[in-house]
């Protein structure tokens, strides 16, 4: 089976058949990372383009290992230190990336809608690492990896979302992927991080945490953006925790085998008690591990895709 | 008009045969290692792992190989290949693999299979065993233990099936 | 100049007159009309005419509409400052071409035109360059800055028709009540752009589902009510006369709708084509050609803004012709200006209205010309096609389908969200400022 797209940027636009190949694919190369040799020539030949206008270590990084160990050769172009400082346009940017003959281009901005921009004007195959508040597909993908592979299925399953939704691309690629696959989906915060609006997409929104990781199967909490709270998303981190951390009395809410998820980094203290971050029932490294497979999966499959 | 080449009986007589034959080969079945291709291989191997148990009385260890990440043809086919699952259980180095494939042809398969099992360890020897060797080989690959040869023509297809309990088991030419 | 268009299928509310007559032209101003009473006497006019020594130029608008040359009182022409977006010359080029042959332009320049220098800088360069005529509107703070009250007095002598920080909103409320107080002293026209800008702050496209899923920041329609709000409240303090520009929501119809009722006279409003013909999808695929302030908003909207235009909330159907370069139109959505270039559409997509029965053919010619030169005081000479007025008329194909290309227009704003549509009412004739302009 192929995917219908050459470029992976956004979850809405994926079918549940194309997630569910997407996260078998990713199953075969967790074999691959488990062994002496962590490679494969599969993509031997071709050249990644990691464009991070956004600074991550751990997205890049990921990505990075990813593409290495399908034998591609990477470039990372890092735009603090390049022309784009110096007022070169994205269109010029992309095109220039395009000439160093990149077979597929990583990128992330702070800019909704640019990995669509991207994807419109060259020909390579452009995987979204993020987009502004818009989308972050293969950090659902993993997420809905990790879900997999620690509770056997998506369908039916209970997973609570907690934090600020509303400029959280990874909550919104997990909704979207999420109630695709036949979960059901919760979303626990402050009515300034969830607008009403958002129980259009077929999920149950909760303000009070206690209420709303009753009997969940999956807690999955986000990083808080602490500028917000210049804003008026919210009075303080101390009023934060309070009403929407994760305690340990609160993961006694939900069921016994619940699993804790987040996508990184934390804010130990503000959204996550320190001690429930270290628990057992946390699968916070399992993610990051299984963002290698994923991402390998993702390369692997984009590339398969011809014009 | 799709023309049975081997039923039941010949199949079981073949797999018999080869077995013996490994046995024969390597004076024994210690420290050998049957790998089945996925996917026409996996059946296969299991089952000459259990007329070996039965020939010699112990365990043979079976894994099973995907090798779509080591095809040379990634970059023409229409169709992208299925990434499966890979699954050895025994440890590669200085042991005997023997790589286990429904169908020998040209013989690509292999060469993509033999790199992949290299990249798994450094076995002492890589020996292949297959149901049907049809020809037309495209580089130098020649199979250890073959069940049976059939010439074919470049526009043939030959089907093997051997799932599950074994009343299915044939080989169709078409 | 002498002109003799026969056949014309005259709609001109100002004379409330839909008929098939013969219009004189000479000088630059309507000279007569002869109404085709009976066949007879129209070619008996015919002869006369043709008896006469003066030579004169015919021509035969069969099968055509003639309306009165339409009256834009929302157009950005961006000289001086961002001639790289569109000059005097071109937008006035592209006017005509959507037979629009008045004209009046927003201050948002650079420099801002808040001095009767700037102001007579844009007249001057009208006499050299322009198409059509351009009537100035000035700043109504120094700068458009919000601060300040530019010299109203002195920018009204220089010829600014009407007064408006658009582009931008008067925050402060104090200084909007002092601006409509003051304007009382020549009767002057403030217009409102009407957007808070502390809800707006950021926002990129209409506030909704459509805009979190996207993950853009939105413009909630509160932000745009809260000021027409506060804007009437003002306007019955002061008795100034208010005309609230790009009217894009169904609050925003039914805070009118409400004035109105309550007999607040001298308000009036004005909406554009974009608002009563797409929504919020057109921004899907983050096009920036649909990226525009107010934003695209609902369905819901889109009727209200409709019944707004039917039932006579709505006076005006104004562009906001806000051209931008390419280069600037495809950067990031974020990054992208707001504006669409609407002169070269509006009569198509206006003349959709009339098609669909929200406006007659009547009120339409109406609301794009005749009331429009009312509230300017221009009625006189603008937006009519009575004797003694200016010459300023255009002649309408409505038969014939056509695509809208923007390669075809003469803005040098490319960006519309309207490429590939395909529309049916197109000049085929624009006369204006003793030219005639004949489109393919």
């Not at chain 1, 990644?48 to 991550?56: A, K």
């Not at chain 1, 990128?107 to 809608?113: D, F, V, Y």
């Not at chain 3, 926002?203 to 413009?219: A, C, D, P, R």
Request: with cysteine.
């Amino acid at each position: 089976m192929n995917l219908r797209s050459k470029d992976l940027i956004s979850i809405k636009d994926l079918s549940a058949e194309e997630i569910g190949h997407i996260l078998e694919t990713a199953a075969g190369f967790k074999d691959v990372l488990g062994r002496d040799i962590k490679k494969v020539p599969a993509l031997r030949g071709k050249t990644t383009v990691n464009l991070f206008y956004e600074p991550s270590t751990r997205t890049r990084t990921s990505f990075e290992v990813a593409a290495k160990r399908l034998s591609t050769d990477v470039i990372n172009i890092a735009t603090s230190t390049s022309s784009v400082v110096k007022g070169e346009t994205l269109l010029d940017t992309a095109k220039t990336v395009l000439a160093l003959g990149a077979d597929i281009v990583v990128i992330r901005h702070k800019c909704s809608g640019t990995p669509h921009f991207l994807a419109r004007n060259i020909d390579a195959s452009v995987v979204n690492a993020g987009d502004g508040t818009n989308e972050h597909p293969t950090q659902a993908l993993l997420d809905l990896f990790t879900m997999k592979e620690f509770k056997g299925g998506i369908q039916g399953l209970d997973v609570a979302i907690v934090g600020d939704i509303l400029h959280s691309r990874v909550a919104k690629s997990n909704i979207y992927a999420l109630t695709k696959l036949g979960a059901k989906v919760r979303l626990i915060g402050p009515p300034t991080f969830i607008p009403d609006c958002l129980k259009d997409l077929g999920v149950d929104i909760y303000t009070d945490m206690n209420a709303g990781l009753e009997g969940v199967d999956v807690i999955m909490m986000l990083r808080i953006q602490l500028e917000r709270q210049g804003k008026g998303f919210f009075p303080s981190t101390h009023e934060y925790f309070r009403n929407w951390g994760l305690t340990a009395a609160r993961v006694g809410r939900a069921k016994k085998d619940a699993i804790i998820m987040h996508p990184g980094p934390m804010n130990r203290g503000i959204e996550i008690a320190s001690e429930v971050a270290d628990s057992s029932r946390s699968v916070i490294l399992d993610q990051v591990t299984n963002g290698i497979a994923v991402r390998m999966a993702v390369l692997y499959l984009v590339s398969g895709v011809r014009g | 008009m799709p023309k049975e080449l081997l039923d039941k009986k010949d199949i079981e007589r073949a797999i018999t045969r080869m077995a013996h034959e490994i046995i024969e080969k390597n004076k024994g079945i210690r420290s050998i290692c049957l790998v089945g291709i996925q996917q026409g291989g996996v059946h296969l191997a299991n089952r000459l792992s259990a007329k070996l148990k039965e020939i010699e009385g112990s365990d043979i260890p079976v894994g099973i190989l995907d090798i779509s990440l080591y095809r040379d043809d990634l970059n023409v086919r229409k169709e992208q290949p299925v990434v499966r699952r890979t699954q050895v259980p025994c440890e590669i180095n200085d042991r005997k693999v023997v790589l286990v494939d429904d169908v020998l042809f040209t013989g690509r398969s292999i060469r993509a299979a033999m790199d992949a099992i290299i990249d798994l360890g450094r076995p002492s020897a890589i020996q292949l065993a297959v149901l049907v060797d049809r020809g037309h080989r495209e580089l130098p690959i020649k199979a250890d233990f073959v069940g049976k040869n059939i010439p074919t023509s470049m526009e043939e297809t030959v089907t093997v099936h051997l799932a599950g309990d074994g009343t299915e088991d044939r080989v169709v030419l078409e | 100049m002498r002109l003799l268009i026969t056949n014309c299928h005259i709609i001109d509310p100002s004379q409330d007159m839909d008929a098939l007559c013969d219009i004189l032209i000479e000088d630059r101003q309507i000279k007569e009309i002869h109404e085709h009473k009976t066949k007879g006497k129209a070619q008996k006019n015919n002869s006369e005419q043709k008896t006469s020594a003066r030579e004169q130029e015919i021509i035969d608008a069969k099968g055509m509409l003639v309306l009165p040359g339409l009256v834009d009182m929302h157009v950005h022409l961006r000289e001086p400052g961002f001639e790289y977006k569109e000059t005097i010359r071109t937008g006035t080029e592209a006017a005509v071409h959507g037979g629009i042959t008045s004209v009046c332009c927003m201050p948002n320049t650079n420099p801002v035109n808040d001095t009767p220098g700037i102001t007579e800088f844009i007249i001057r360069k009208t006499i050299q360059e322009g198409s059509c005529s351009v009537f100035p509107i000035g700043a109504i703070t120094k700068g458009q800055k919000g601060e300040e009250l530019a010299e109203l007095g002195m920018m009204h002598d220089a010829g600014c028709i009407a007064f408006s920080d658009d582009g931008r909103p008067v925050m402060d409320s104090l200084l909007m009540r002092r601006a409509l107080e003051y304007s009382r002293i020549r009767k002057m026209l403030i217009i409102s752009h009407a957007e808070d800008l502390a809800l707006a702050e950021g926002g990129v496209m209409n506030e909704g589902l459509l805009s979190i899923t996207m993950g853009l920041k939105g413009i909630p329609a509160q932000a745009e009510e809260i000021m027409i709000a506060r804007d009437i409240a003002l306007a019955e303090l002061t008795g100034g006369r208010l005309h609230i520009a790009h009217v894009s929501t169904a609050g925003s119809v039914e805070l009118l709708r409400t004035a109105r009722k309550r007999g607040i006279a001298e308000i009036t409003a004005e909406t554009c084509p974009h608002y009563f013909s797409i929504t919020e999808e057109a921004v899907s695929g983050y096009n920036g050609n649909a990226k525009v302030n107010p934003p695209l908003r609902t369905r819901k909207d889109v009727e209200a803004i409709r019944q707004g235009l039917h039932d006579g909330t709505i006076d005006v159907i104004a562009t906001d012709h806000a051209p931008h370069h390419k280069d600037e139109k495809s950067a990031e959505f974020d990054n992208a200006p707001s504006g669409i270039s609407g002169l070269e559409t509006s009569i198509g997509l206006s003349m959709r209205l009339v098609d669909d029965a929200v406006l007659t053919l009547k009120e339409l010619v109406g609301k794009m010309a005749c009331t429009p030169a009312r509230i300017l005081g221009l009625s006189d000479t603008k937006g009519t096609l009575r004797p003694g007025a200016d010459a300023d008329l255009v002649i309408l194909n409505t038969k014939k389908e056509y695509t809208v290309a923007a390669s075809d227009f003469r803005s040098k704003g490319k960006n519309t969200p309207f490429e590939g549509w395909t529309l049916k009412a197109r000049p085929a004739v624009t006369i204006a400022r003793g030219r005639i302009y004949t489109w393919e």
